[in-house]
């Protein structure tokens, strides 16, 4: 499957905890984007990632960081986890970053905090 | 700041009859619009995009500039497009690209 994967599919843990959240983009994209999908907010930009630098934030706590590393897969971190980060957390990947590009969506994570 | 509004949370129409998915939003620059398409198990996928002006599965969309709209229509629903749609808007945000989404309309097609 040459498309956005993500990893891993579901991931239940408890309040505090932390964990990791991996995208590997699409073969020759080189921006990642990162966005949590609730029912009561529906689909919130999180952040972006160009050939391994941030390049634009959007609602992202400062409980939650991410980084694209040198082969262009990111992670998205999140720590002191509470109730309400229950949510299904997409990772998207374009060509470059651009007004008109086109982003593919990998499968998602669904996290549970209980 | 750039915002798009999808005002019906559910929609629902029986099986060849007219539908239309209603998208406002709201920026200051010259936006590009796009509609993407979530089917029951899938991921999320570009359904269409205003520059390009097609129609993709029989739907379309026209990018209305004095009334901020961007509505999804289909002329004639069936049963396999009930999915969740969503509308977005890339615009500039600071120095870079933003793409912002509605909250999405779930359209359901009866039989």
């Known amino acids: 499957d040459s498309g956005v994967t993500q990893t891993p599919k579901h991931l239940i843990t408890a309040t505090g905890q932390r964990v990791t959240l991996r995208c590997s983009p699409r073969?020759?994209?080189?921006?990642v984007y990162w966005y949590q999908q609730s029912l009561d907010q529906g689909l919130q930009f999180l952040i972006q990632y160009y050939n391994g630098e941030e390049r634009a934030k959007g609602n992202i706590l400062e409980r939650f960081s991410a980084q694209q590393f040198p082969d262009l897969h990111s992670e998205l971190n999140l720590s002191s986890l509470e109730l309400g980060d229950s949510a299904l957390y997409f990772c998207?990947?374009?060509?470059?970053?651009?007004?008109?590009?086109?982003?593919?969506f990998g499968p998602g994570t669904r996290l549970t905090v209980l | 700041a750039q915002r798009v509004t999808q005002p019906e949370k559910l929609l629902s129409v029986f099986k060849g009859a007219p539908v239309e998915l209603k998208c406002n939003y709201s920026y200051s620059g010259s936006p590009e619009l796009f509609w993407y398409v979530q089917y029951s198990r899938q991921r999320l996928q570009l359904l269409l995009r205003?520059?390009s002006r097609e129609s993709i599965k029989g739907f379309t969309a026209d990018l209305n500039k004095g009334e901020t709209s961007f509505h999804l229509k289909k002329p004639f629903a069936q049963e396999e497009d009930s999915a969740m749609y969503y509308c977005?808007?890339?615009?500039?945000?600071?120095?870079?690209?933003?793409?912002?989404f509605g909250k999405g309309t779930l359209l359901t097609v009866n039989p």
């Open positions: 977005a808007l890339s615009g500039l945000s600071g120095s870079n690209y933003k793409l912002t």
């Open positions: 073969s020759g994209d080189l921006s």
């Open positions: 205003h520059i």
């Open positions: 998207a990947s374009s060509v470059v970053p651009g007004v008109g590009n086109e982003q593919f």
